[in-house]
């Protein structure tokens, strides 16, 4: 459900509105309207903006940092905050720094491993008794073994598909031959090493000095942040406010929630100050606020992840959250699977932080979907229920539904596929009269009319012909009411489609609506079936690895034997897993964004209701 909102207006004396502003700000409940022309050219809010985000990057950083840190902690100061900041940047352009000097020593390290620990000053001192060293590498297949005749050469190591050589010569002549040329550091090996491991030994320094600040002084930052927040928040108001009266008259303008509009109102009568309330103009970019009973809450994320609704129309989580959950269930469709989520989920749940809780019960909620499935179709762990040889299911296994139980009765298909389209119907025809229920909130039942008649129309033809199908005998009265029903939807769809617009119109208007509904009924219908495809390919994939794990072991060692199933069915369940896992989140996400927004008429662009407060 949206939030109904109202409209405010303020009229303030200016000496008296910073004053007013802080009152509104404790109360909390106040979205301003922002006016955004003045807000980006203002140097001082942008260089607080660019604060507030060091600070942030800065807090993120150290989270990792802080797995010791009790969750109440002292009361942080903004001053020290802004010492810490610099403490700790300067900090990480000194570890920043380190970490390119490693780079560069592993490199030169790696490069010199091949020479080993040489003696760099006695190589120096050679060129003194007329012997010189040129060292070259080159792939093996490239190396001119003429070169052994015309110069003292000596292999020094093949590695990494490399031939690395050197060549003594008793002239300072550069030696060209077709190889790569070889400069050895000053330093060798063992020496670089010994560099490379201080280096290590710095940035472990750092690190712990880090740690101990995030211990010690991460409240610091906190309250910074904090105070960051307020005061950006605050800014933006004041830019946001026009002036009247030679500027002694401030005018600000805001939605509040009619459920909490009560105690505005009395601040208001309090500070004495000049204000309207009005309804706001559907046109308005209306600030929305999204409030669900606890089940349909859990799925408001989902909800976000496309875009909110406006507020001119329905909140679609109500009505996607059984579906969804569903969704999840057919796809995955292993119950073993399910039990898996659900008992990660509810042990997760016990210590998880209070943000996370409602992404758990989700988790929770979408396992047992998956639990619920697995079990009518009798699959569990990729084990086929109803074709194993165990005595305590041999009561149940012919009421799974499977192609081996029930194939006859649904025509020789696969009944989760009829299943999947008849749900796809279902939520086709859902979204159909969701979409009629927004158009009345929005323009009155006269446009809503012409999508209701479709509604009718197609619930009418499936009837007309489904029911004879399936062996159903309908009565005369019956044939003829549904006879009367699809006429009058038909003249309803051809004539009255775009009230206010002459019959032509109309009538053209419904040959180009009625081809789209065709064409797109049958495509919407027919991408359901997405929900048995990829619920039989888990399965199917699951059996797999349970064959693999039993067949190839057959002729192991006993002992040897069951610890090779262990480590096939880990491996193999695990890989099968992530995979309709991933299924199991998307094509639910696909089927509900578009699909159910199509049908329902969704638009969205809804803008979320942020009120001003302290942080």
Not at 127 to 135: A, F, G, P, T
């Amino acid at each position: 459900m949206i939030v109904k909102m109202k409209k405010y207006s303020f009229l303030v004396y200016h000496k008296q509105y910073q004053n007013f502003l802080e009152e509104v700000r404790e109360a909390g409940v106040l979205h301003v309207i922002e006016k955004t022309e003045g807000i980006a050219e203002n140097d001082a809010l942008r260089e607080k903006m660019q604060l507030a985000s060091r600070v942030k990057n800065t807090l993120e950083q150290l989270t990792i940092f802080r797995d010791e840190v009790a969750t109440e902690h002292d009361e942080g100061n903004a001053e020290k905050g802004i010492e810490v900041l610099s403490v700790i940047e300067e900090t990480n352009r000194e570890n920043e720094a380190l970490k390119q000097k490693l780079a560069l020593s592993q490199r030169e390290t790696e490069r010199m491993k091949v020479w080993g620990d040489f003696d760099p000053e006695r190589i120096a001192n050679l060129s003194e008794q007329n012997i010189y060293l040129s060292l070259f590498a080159c792939q093996p297949s490239k190396y001119n073994v003429e070169w052994d005749n015309e110069y003292e050469t000596f292999e020094i190591a093949n590695l990494g598909g490399m031939k690395y050589f050197a060549i003594v010569h008793n002239t300072p002549e550069t030696i060209v031959i077709d190889a790569e040329p070889v400069k050895l550091n000053n330093k060798n090996y063992s020496q670089l090493q010994e560099e490379e491991d201080k280096l290590k030994n710095e940035i472990d320094s750092i690190n712990d000095n880090l740690k101990q600040i995030a211990l010690k002084d991460y409240c610091h930052l906190e309250k910074l942040q904090d105070e960051l927040n307020n005061n950006i928040d605050f800014s933006r108001v004041i830019l946001s406010t026009g002036s009247t009266a030679d500027d002694k008259v401030k005018l600000l303008e805001g939605f509040c929630p009619e459920a909490v509009e009560t105690s505005l109102n009395e601040l208001l009568e309090k500070e004495n100050v000049f204000y309207e309330v009005t309804n706001p103009d559907i046109d308005e970019d209306i600030p929305v606020q999204l409030k669900n009973n606890s089940f349909s809450k859990l799925f408001e994320p989902i909800t976000n992840l496309f875009s909110l609704p406006n507020y001119g129309e329905l909140d679609p989580t109500p009505f996607l959250a059984p579906f969804f959950m569903l969704f999840f269930g057919l796809c995955l469709g292993d119950g073993g699977y399910g039990l898996l989520i659900w008992a990660v989920a509810t042990f997760m749940k016990r210590k998880a932080k209070p943000d996370m809780k409602g992404l758990l019960s989700l988790g929770q909620y979408l396992g047992l979907a998956t639990v619920l499935v697995g079990v009518l179709t009798g699959s569990v762990f990729g084990i086929a229920l109803d074709q194993v040889e165990w005595k305590w299911l041999s009561g149940v296994k012919q009421y799974f539904i499977t192609q081996g139980n029930f194939g006859e009765d649904f025509g020789g298909y696969n009944p989760m596929m009829i299943i999947a389209v008849v749900i796809g119907i279902i939520q086709i025809l859902f979204g159909m009269i969701v979409n009629v229920l927004k158009v009345n909130k929005q323009h009155g039942f006269k446009y809503a009319a012409g999508h209701l008649a479709w509604v009718f129309f197609i619930v009418a033809m499936i009837a007309y012909i489904g029911l004879p199908a399936l062996g159903v005998i309908m009565p005369a009265i019956v044939l003829y009411a549904l006879y009367a029903v699809i006429g009058l939807s038909v003249l309803v769809i051809l004539f009255y489609n775009s009230p206010g617009k002459n019959i032509f119109s109309n009538f053209g208007s419904a040959l180009w609506n009625t081809y789209n509904m065709a064409t797109g009924l049958l495509g919407d219908t027919l991408s359901y079936i997405r929900l048995f495809a990829l619920g039989l390919t888990g399965s199917i994939l699951g059996g797999v690895f349970n064959t693999l794990a039993i067949d190839l072991t057959a002729d192991a060692n006993p002992f040897i034997r069951w610890i090779f199933v262990l480590l096939i069915l880990l491996v193999g369940h695990t890989i099968n897993f992530a995979l309709c896992l991933i299924g199991a989140f998307v094509h639910p996400l696909r089927l509900t964004f578009v699909e159910f927004y199509k049908n329902a008429g969704f638009e969205g662009g809804g803008k979320a209701y942020k009120p001003f407060k302290k942080a």
